[in-house]
């Protein structure tokens, strides 16, 4: 038996968790290729126009795994928390895919919406779980081995490294301290950031992204506005942001975000306002499936370069 989870989206949050579950379950867990231009042309062709880039691209990953499983795992993720909600592309990704794609193995499209209770993440794994066996002793020692899985992963971040892109510790080093904001499912997806993060470091500075703060630090940040935003992972950027500003330390803010994206355009603006507040430069790179490497790099490098004159004249 063998489930795909494609790399893509929430991958970029919890697949260790779900990857150790899963195989805690004897099945065998295979995800889509890394991205590539293919895989994200396949994607474009396949779902909506006026989808955001991540979106297409998620479909791109599941055409990727069709035709070598026999479940692909896309969750209807909707809170996992009690505060907010994840964007409703995230609500309707079950759909989408289901109705763009043809010839599809069976889609696992188990809702998570952890604002029902205390009780419901492990209600969750059980019900994902008793697809593969009835077992609940089996279920609920795949679903404690997961969860010390996801947090061995998030302790990878907060260590100072960045996991999905191998990046360890010891490799942020510079003279320049960047704040890198937006959501993960961009960051650390290579083909689609164009390798933002690493040729960052290449130049020779160092990088902040939000998964490198502790829930607790980016929590207290919640009382800096007036009210909660809405989203997910709106609230994981711009409570970083926050967390930053107050703890100083960094010499500018990069924000990476996907054209079309709702929320990411009031986010933007809100970081921009309270970036210029501060006297903190600020860039921001939207990303699309158009968007060139060259024209990045170039960008890249003059703000990098901008940065440090502006160190070396204080």
């Known amino acids: 038996m063998k489930?795909?989870?494609?790399?893509a989206l929430s991958y970029y949050s919890y697949y260790p968790m779900w990857k150790t579950f899963f195989e805690h379950?004897?099945?065998?867990?295979?995800?889509?290729?890394?991205?590539?231009?293919?895989?994200l042309d396949d994607g474009v062709t396949e779902a909506v126009t006026d989808?955001?880039?991540p979106i297409k691209l998620f479909h791109g990953h599941v055409i990727n795994l069709m035709e070598r499983v026999d479940y692909i795992f896309v969750p209807r993720i909707v809170s996992v928390d009690r505060e907010d909600t994840f964007c409703p592309k995230f609500l309707g990704l079950p759909d989408m895919v289901k109705y763009s794609i043809k010839g599809l193995p069976e889609l696992i499209t188990t809702r998570i919406d952890l604002k029902k209770g205390?009780?419901?993440?492990?209600?969750?794994?059980?019900?994902v779980g008793s697809i593969f066996t009835k077992n609940i002793f089996k279920v609920y020692k795949a679903y404690t081995a997961a969860l010390k899985s996801l947090k061995e992963y998030a302790d990878g971040f907060l260590q100072g490294g960045i996991p999905p892109l191998n990046i360890r510790p010891s490799h942020i080093k510079g003279d320049v301290c960047l704040a890198v904001l937006g959501y993960p499912y961009i960051l650390y997806d290579s083909h689609l950031s164009l390798n933002l993060i690493k040729k960052l470091l290449s130049l020779g500075a160092s990088v902040v992204t939000p998964e490198m703060l502790s829930p607790v630090e980016k929590a207290k940040q919640a009382v800096k506005l007036s009210k909660t935003l809405f989203w997910h992972y709106s609230n994981e950027v711009i409570r970083t942001a926050f967390h930053l500003f107050e703890k100083g330390g960094i010499d500018g803010i990069i924000h990476i975000t996907a054209f079309g994206c709702g929320p990411d355009f009031m986010v933007d603006k809100l970081l921009e306002l309270e970036a210029k507040d501060r006297n903190l430069?600020?860039?921001?790179?939207?990303?699309?499936?158009?968007?060139?490497e060259e024209g990045l790099k170039t960008r890249l490098e003059a703000f990098v370069d901008m940065l440090r004159?502006?160190?070396?004249?204080?």
Request: glycine share 6%; net charge positive.
């Open 309 to 314: 004159l502006r160190r070396a004249a204080v």
């Open 3 to 7: 489930i795909g989870i494609p790399r």
């Open 118 to 127: 205390r009780l419901e993440l492990i209600k969750v794994f059980y019900r």
């Open 281 to 292: 430069p600020f860039l921001t790179i939207t990303l699309d499936e158009h968007t060139g």
């Open 25 to 39: 379950l004897g099945v065998e867990v295979v995800v889509s290729d890394p991205t590539t231009k293919k895989i």
């Open 51 to 53: 989808a955001c880039v």
